[in-house]
């Protein structure tokens, strides 16, 4: 049996990532297990803040909080950068996004980025100067930590409840699509989004169950019932998950890298939500930079063209509403009285297409019925109905060779602004990401306790990017799934390991019988953890109150 366990070089290329996130704890919300995980396997991990987190604290407590949690996580101080800008607020009052176009905004007697000592903000840091409040400028800042440090990879906050978070999904979306769009680019790094929210800081409480489970969304929270994520055009079910490093998933929250890390954040009380961030999976959603149409030259009949290649699913002018935000200056749609209503991509030589895909409208109130699509090739097809809400609409093609040119034309619409958020052509069908891991009743398993004699879980895989044939394996011994199931349905009584391998890729977990006594042993060390933790929370109470007043001390001397 030979293969590979997991690795993150199966994932991100080179060796360089970097994490852009808004507050200082939102790192941990995003991608903790991640970062931790990289650097364990010598990747350069730059983690990036848009915020000084100033809004109830100093950002001198922020600042200094978040370089002591990235330390625990393996990142060095000369890797944490801070764009500067002030916490917006629940209600976006002090936000750039918007207030920045009516001018340079005014924030606690400041109108542009600062830093701390010895941590100066990126811009003074890159060109000597500051950066005024707003919008462009923020766009500005984040073109250029892109140009300064161009990663391998991104991992980015999506778009969830805080409009701090949806300011950072726009601005980093829309300069990695005109970084993508640049004649001659050649920079094409791997982009994954993630929720900071409802995968994380609010998601459930679930750490101290029988078996660390697999991330959920709480759904309690989400924005639109009608949705399976706060991103009308990301599907729960579609979503990446990544394994999480032994540290990560220690069964008691105080040895638990990830509980650690949150410690660090003391304004913010962290360590109190790591019961839900704490998970035996990461999920993230990808988004590829690899789309030919940032190769060619789009034109349209009539509609704004730009928007099918911007790499923007979502863009709003408010990003204050935590329900029903409605998305603007995001589609393009096609004149009422166009006659032609076509788009099409040129290319300046031949291109090899494997794979199409639309989105449409993301606010659901209209959506194109029925389209064709023509290649120069001379194939042409037709494009069904595009999925609601935005959602990824691929179209089933045979590769074509020696493509000169694409045209898409809309013939028949439903509703309002049926138009396309994005028009997608990858030279490639799959990506190159590969994913095996070992499921137990759906949650990443790793090893997975079951009473004495009780059934087992069910046993699946989870995969991503494999296409080949996947074998099993129960204590070395190679056997069908089905064989698995009746194995574990029959009840567990001893310790048995499973594997499972395809495409040169290998997980493997086991499955541990507990007596009553080892369970109430478990159980007992969970309560003590538990208590601990408890106390800890009394513990800082003085200290986290020390930290408000710090802030309201400040402004008291500024009114003053």
Not at 532 to 538: G, S, T
Request: some cysteine; overall charge negative; proline content about 5%.
């Amino acid at each position: 049996m030979n293969g590979k366990t997991f690795s993150y070089g199966q994932i991100f290329p080179g060796r360089t990532v970097l994490v852009f996130v808004p507050h200082e704890d939102d790192e941990i919300n995003v991608a903790g297990a991640l970062m931790y995980g990289l650097r364990q396997e010598g990747y350069r991990v730059i983690c990036a803040f848009a915020a000084n987190g100033d809004r109830s604290y100093l950002a001198e407590t922020r600042i200094t909080e978040a370089l002591r949690s990235l330390q625990t996580l393996g990142i060095p101080a000369e890797d944490a950068v801070f764009l500067g800008y002030p916490d917006g607020g629940l209600d976006a009052a002090r936000c750039v996004f918007m207030h920045g176009c009516e001018g340079v905004l005014t924030v606690d007697g400041r109108s542009e980025t600062y830093g701390i000592e010895g941590n100066p903000d990126f811009c003074m840091t890159l060109h000597g100067h500051h950066r005024p409040y707003t919008w462009q400028g923020f766009l500005d800042d984040v073109q250029d930590l892109l140009l300064q440090y161009q990663p391998d990879s991104i991992i980015g906050v999506d778009f969830d409840s805080h409009p701090d978070h949806r300011m950072c999904s726009i601005a980093l979306e829309t300069v990695i699509g005109e970084l993508m769009n640049r004649k001659g680019n050649t920079w094409h790094p791997l982009v994954l989004k993630a929720f900071a929210y409802n995968t994380g800081f609010e998601s459930v409480k679930d750490f101290y169950a029988d078996n660390l489970i697999s991330t959920v969304f709480n759904r309690a929270r989400i924005l639109d019932e009608a949705l399976s994520t706060d991103n009308p055009v990301l599907e729960w079910d579609r979503r990446l998950r990544l394994p999480v490093p032994p540290a990560c998933r220690e069964p008691l929250l105080w040895d638990n890298v990830i509980f650690q890390a949150c410690r660090a954040h003391l304004s913010q009380r962290a360590m109190l939500r790591a019961d839900r961030i704490i998970n035996g999976d990461e999920v993230f959603w990808l988004r590829r930079t690899d789309n030919l149409l940032f190769e060619g030259h789009v034109a349209a009949s009539s509609g704004n063209s730009r928007y099918l290649h911007d790499f923007r699913m979502l863009n709003t002018r408010d990003i204050v509403p935590k329900h029903d935000v409605r998305m603007e200056d995001c589609l393009w749609v096609p004149d009422a009285d166009d006659p032609e209503k076509v788009c099409r991509c040129t290319f300046d030589g031949p291109r090899h297409i494997e794979a199409v895909s639309f989105y449409g409208n993301p606010n659901g109130t209209g959506r194109i019925t029925r389209g064709c699509l023509t290649f120069s090739s001379g194939y042409v097809c037709e494009v069904p109905a595009l999925c609601p809400f935005g959602r990824e609409t691929p179209v089933a093609i045979p590769p074509q060779d020696h493509v000169e040119w694409v045209e898409f034309r809309v013939l028949e619409i439903e509703g309002e602004e049926a138009g396309l958020s994005e028009w997608e052509m990858f030279a490639r069908k799959e990506t190159p990401l590969k994913i095996l891991h070992i499921l137990a009743d759906g949650n990443f398993a790793y090893e997975w306790h079951v009473p004495r004699g009780a059934p087992g879980p069910e046993i699946s895989a989870y995969t991503s990017g494999i296409t080949g044939e996947i074998c099993w394996y129960w204590d070395g011994v190679s056997c069908a799934l089905a064989d698995i199931q009746a194995r574990c349905a029959a009840g567990i009584t001893e310790l048995h390991t499973l594997r499972v391998e395809a495409e040169g890729l290998v997980s493997e977990a086991c499955l541990l019988p507990l007596t009553a006594g080892q369970r109430m042993r478990r159980r007992w060390a969970m309560r003590a953890d538990h208590l601990r933790v408890w106390w800890e929370k009394q513990r800082i109470k003085p200290a986290h109150h020390r930290l408000r007043e710090l802030k309201r001390k400040q402004n008291a001397r500024k009114e003053s």
